[in-house]
């Protein structure tokens, strides 16, 4: 709801929405947020908004929001409100006698990537300092991980390498398994701004999404591929370009080892690499592949934009680190207009994986097993830390049924929700003898909690998020906190419960302890990010005003490395039961699960998940638009009305999951990526059916 009337007072600070990172006027009278004002300074958005960030923060105030701290013995009693002191006493204690009957591995924590970096790095320090193991965990495993992974491997550093600006120097948009006009949209808005003014565009993406044909706009190059085969389509991408001659060869002779780019190439070189056979099997015209291949390689500045169309998938890091090899066989890295950049989803996915939410990694993506980095923190924080690394979120979920794993702290995220195998991760929550969720909203993973924490919004304290340019945005308090405390204090007293002596007065003391410990934050503290407004990492003595361009005359780990990317189908099969294969993304108006976009009365006008089926398949199948159709997988089943859209090509059919009865993940498999575990969301095989409703 726009409430009207003259504000008194404002104060600038960031979109708790997605990774774009938009800067706000937040303008006030008295206590009461009268208006959110796009900030024209703000470095991300340059006075622009989208919906969500400008009008969906009515949730904040929503009547369903959880102001006081509850528990309960078991999860099938009611709740009982207690003081913060009691709810955190009773957590403290619980922990410790879990810990003490089944050992120092039998709890852990997941971080948020909607909280502030300073509230990240809290929990992380919790769970290594207070619980003395490595099983933290945070929600990028189920979207960005294979990022982690694949840039980490290549490039030497998780993190995309250009700042939005660079946009305005591209020549060729590719845009692979994204849709930054939903997603991402004030980026999108620059990007469309660009291909306007005659930016080439390429995109590969099972769906004809907006940004494909909108006004004035015509990609050159559709690929729409089979769901699952995009380390095919883009290890084609690069057969062309190596067999034709297409590569840079100055460039990489200088920047990366010349025999790992033999060795690569003689590999994309294979015949079973090539466009007739990737077209075959991807269901893309061969002479697509060639031309978006050779536009890329000679269009001039060729820069990479991909989203979790890549990374959702068994091969997630696979195709990430085929697309890094892509960028660097074409000498687009290091310099304005080119380079690979991750789209994150959320507001501070970047940041959550930065501050050291994985359990193999501190700070900064440094492995537990390195002794020099251990003794930064041992010796900070007085403690012997573990150096192998701990479980991850599914790890940590088997060991519970296995029943070594007991108490688990949920910061901001609703696993049972938006992780895959619902029934498997009830199963897990079930088991525990302590779920503390940590939220704004009695989620679904509340369901099976002991503990309820009341959470802050994004209005109601001081830190950063750090957006998907690796921008350190500040976030500034516009109002106290309705709960009484804001995030990072919950954690704080959490630890102080358990017997930590913390102390931080402010969350620029926790930024402070950023800084001293983590070489790419060196600089960075709140009085720096206010003069400067924000700076992006690396930001230290060697770039004090932050580095908006990575990898410039080299990349992070040295030479940059060519891996081969084989292809492997996934396990998930299409076949007579399930003939149809499923793949989900968002809509504009909504966020993720929904749990604030759907709690803010402005933007409920056209919410409804829908089943985007090809005229084709549904004539086949006697449906009409609108009709209730029953999606059925081999994890289980669920009812929505179809939308009939040649959006989609035959054979393949779309959702989006904003809403909880749309039930997505009791769909979805429980595949995951080989190297990371993140959830293979964007491939499922599915029949589709007349129903009469829910
Ligand atoms: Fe918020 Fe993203 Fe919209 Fe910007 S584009 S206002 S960060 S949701």
């Known amino acids: 709801v726009i409430k009207i009337g003259q504000p008194e007072h404002s104060v600038v600070t960031t979109c708790a929405y997605c990774g774009v990172g938009c800067s706000f006027k937040a303008e006030m009278r008295g206590d009461e947020l009268v208006r959110m004002v796009p900030y024209k300074d703000g470095k991300a958005n340059r006075g622009h908004s989208c919906v969500k960030g400008r009008f969906a923060y009515g949730y904040s105030t929503h009547k369903e929001r959880i102001l006081n701290p509850m528990i309960r013995e078991k999860v099938t009693d009611p709740w009982r409100e207690v003081s913060w002191e009691e709810a955190l006493t009773h957590t403290a204690s619980e922990f410790r006698r879990i810990q003490y009957q089944y050992g120092r591995t039998s709890i852990g924590g997941i971080t948020s990537s909607r909280c502030t970096n300073e509230e990240t790095y809290l929990v992380q320090k919790l769970i290594r300092q207070g619980f003395r193991n490595n099983n933290v965990d945070t929600c990028a495993r189920v979207c960005h991980s294979p990022t982690g992974y694949g840039l980490g491997q290549t490039f030497g550093t998780s993190a995309g390498t250009q700042d939005f600006d660079s946009i305005e120097q591209t020549d060729v948009v590719m845009i692979i398994g994204a849709n930054p006009t939903d997603a991402h949209p004030v980026f999108a808005s620059r990007m469309k701004k660009r291909l306007r003014k005659g930016a080439k565009l390429i995109v590969l993406d099972p769906r004809r999404t907006d940004i494909v044909r909108s006004a004035h706009i015509e990609a050159q190059h559709h690929l729409p591929l089979k769901p699952g085969t995009n380390v095919a389509v883009v290890t084609a991408l690069a057969h062309v370009i190596v067999t034709e001659g297409l590569f840079d060869e100055a460039f990489i002779r200088e920047r990366c080892d010349w025999d790992e780019f033999q060795d690569w190439a ?123 690394p701990g479980l991850r979120i599914p790890n940590m979920l088997d060991a519970a049924v296995d029943g070594s794993f007991k108490g688990l702290y949920v910061q901001g995220e609703d696993i049972l929700q938006s992780d895959p195998d619902t029934k498997h991760v009830a199963a897990g929550l079930a088991a525990m003898e302590c779920v503390v969720v940590h939220d704004l909203f009695l989620n679904e993973t509340a369901n099976y909690a002991h503990v309820f924490l009341p959470g802050s919004t994004f209005l109601e304290k001081d830190g950063t998020f750090t957006n998907a340019e690796r921008r350190i945005n500040r976030v500034r308090k516009v109002m106290a906190p309705k ?158 009305r179809a939308l009939i859209t040649d959006k989609v090509s035959p054979g393949v059919v779309y959702t989006t999951f904003h809403h909880p009865d749309t039930q997505a993940n009791v769909i979805t498999t429980d595949f995951s990526d080989w190297a990371t575990n993140c959830p293979e969301y964007k491939v499922t095989a599915v029949q589709v059916g007349a129903s009469n409703g829910p």
Not at 513 to 527: G, H, M
Not at 529 to 540: A, E, F, H, I, Y
């Open 266 to 388: 003689s590999f994309v070189a294979l015949p079973e690499n090539s466009p007739e056979v990737v077209g075959q099997l991807a269901n893309v015209d061969p002479e697509e592949i060639r031309g978006a291949a050779r536009l890329f390689a000679t269009g001039g500045n060729g820069a990479i934009y991909y989203g979790l169309g890549v990374t959702e998938h068994s091969q997630g890091s696979t195709t990430v680190i085929a697309i890094a090899n892509l960028a660097m066989a074409t000498g687009n890295i290091g310099r304005p207009g080119v380079g690979v950049n991750p789209l994150r989803g959320q507001n501070n996915v970047q940041g959550s994986c930065d501050m050291g939410s994985f359990p193999h990694e501190l700070p900064g993506y440094r492995h537990v097993s390195g002794d020099a980095v251990r003794d930064i923190y041992e010796s900070l924080w007085g403690v012997k830390l573990d150096d192998e």
């Open 483 to 640: 709960n009484g405390l804001a995030d990072w204090e919950v954690t704080q007293k959490l630890a102080q419960a358990m017997g930590i002596a913390w102390n931080y007065q402010h969350p620029s003391e926790i930024m402070d302890e950023i800084a001293k410990t983590t070489p790419s934050f060196a600089k960075v503290s709140f009085d720096y990010l206010d003069k400067m407004g924000s700076v992006q990492w690396p930001c230290n003595e060697q770039a004090p005003e932050g580095t908006p361009i990575m990898h410039i005359g080299g990349f992070v780990r040295g030479k940059g490395k060519f891996i081969r990317t084989e292809y492997v189908a996934t396990d998930e099969r299409t076949g007579p039961r399930f003939p149809l294969l499923l793949t989900t993304g968002r809509i504009l108006s909504q966020y993720n699960v929904g749990a604030q976009t759907r709690r803010t009365d402005n933007v409920m006008w056209h919410s409804e998940d829908r089943l985007e089926i090809h005229p084709h398949d549904a004539e086949n199948r006697g449906l009409r638009d609108g009709d209730w159709v029953r999606l059925t997988s081999r994890s289980g089943e669920t009812t929505l």
